[in-house]
């Protein structure tokens, strides 16, 4: 099953995960996003680097290297399909904290995201990463814009390869993760 959906996340964070130097990302929604906040409303999408709001400061020291201009401003260009192997609602800080060392951000962006709109909580999804055989290149179009997490495609026609980890490796953080989420 192909899908029709696209996350949108940080250049530097779907890098990380397409190169599988991540398979975590800690999620809160975006301004746009309804009261509820962002909900993993997709088991598999792509993955849809943005470069708003991309903020040196709240990457780790090892991802900073990372960080670029748009290099095709005015497209999308989609490097990944994910899949949600788990998610966790973390509705403490210092569980949330923990999962520092398993993604990118610094510990201060994670406890933001927690605090945003004064609702305290965050999602945590591991996904199995497929990078694309060749990247799949969209025009980006007045739908795609704004601060949303869940961006609906036309039809994409891409070919995803392996998964980036190995399935051992993921099974492995997932019960790490499952151990700092679960105290």
């Given at each position: ?10 250049d ?11 398979a ?5 929604g ?18 849809y ?6 903020n ?28 949600v ?8 800080l ?12 610094t510990a ?7 605090h ?19 990247p ?22 891409a ?18 993760i ?6």
């Open positions: 099953m192909t899908p029709s959906t696209a996350l949108k996340e940080w530097t964070q779907c890098q990380a995960l397409t190169s599988g130097t991540s975590l990302l800690i999620r809160k975006g301004i746009m996003e309804t009261h509820a906040g962002f909900e993993v409303e997709h088991r598999a999408f792509y993955l680097p943005t470069f708003l709001h991309q040196p400061a709240e990457l780790r020291p090892e991802f900073a290297a990372l960080l670029r201009d748009d290099p095709q401003p005015g497209r999308i260009v989609l490097p990944a399909l994910a899949e192997v788990a998610v966790h609602k973390v509705e403490s210092e569980r949330a904290l923990a999962l520092e060392p398993h993604q990118a951000l201060g962006a994670i406890e933001r995201r927690f945003y709109r004064g609702r305290p909580w965050v999602h945590a999804l591991l996904l199995r990463v497929r990078p694309l055989a060749r799949a290149v969209l025009e980006e179009t007045p739908e795609m814009l704004g601060c949303v997490s869940w961006v609906p495609l036309a039809e994409v026609t070919e995803a390869q392996a998964p980036v980890l190995p399935e051992a490796r993921l099974e492995q953080l997932r019960e790490e499952e151990r700092a989420v679960n105290g």
